[in-house]
């Protein structure tokens, strides 16, 4: 049923208004839920779907783009809409995209909502779904968030085991 109806609201709006909107209501859904059945249990659930629909988008963005370094990092115009993101491209090839978020305008607005717990469930959770999803052979890794207070986000994305569609 969902795929008779596509979601292009990404496309419309980026990421940055979605997810605000998304927080609104999931945030007090979440803690009712929470306080019917336990915070621990509602999050595993939440996170769990989270990562799916995740995973489900990065092949989605993959059918529609590739699912090669420089495609990903096409679609990274998404993230980056409205001024979301500041990044710092350290490598860009066909087997590496290195780069460091230097302003984080998603973390700007979950501590501005109060739930930067759930911000990073919202958000940086997905990252590393969302590349399993556009390309099962690529490898993300990430030592730092601005979220979690560091002074960057350092995303590395490794696609040298893969073949390109």
Excluded: H
């Excluded at 501005?112 to 556009?134: K, M, P, Q, T, Y």
Aim: charged share 30%.
């Amino acid at each position: 049923m969902a795929d008779d109806f596509p979601d292009t609201i990404t496309q419309k709006i980026g990421v940055l208004l979605r997810r605000e909107t998304e927080a609104r209501v999931l945030a007090p859904v979440i803690e009712a839920l929470a306080e019917v059945f336990g915070r621990d249990l509602v999050l595993a659930a939440v996170k769990t779907a989270i990562v799916d629909l995740a995973r489900a988008q990065g092949a989605k963005m993959a059918a529609e783009y590739g699912n090669g370094a420089a495609d990903f990092l096409t679609t990274l115009q998404f993230w980056l809409k409205d001024d979301a993101l500041e990044i710092d491209v350290l490598e860009q090839s066909d087997t590496r995209l290195d780069f460091n978020v230097t302003r984080c305008r998603y973390a700007e607005m979950y501590r501005a909502l109060g739930i930067e717990e759930l911000g990073a469930v919202f958000s940086c959770n997905r990252d590393f779904a969302l590349i399993e999803g556009f390309n099962p052979a690529a490898r993300l890794s990430r030592e730092k968030t601005i979220l979690e207070g560091a002074d960057c986000c350092t995303f590395r994305y490794d696609f040298s085991k893969t073949q390109k569609k």
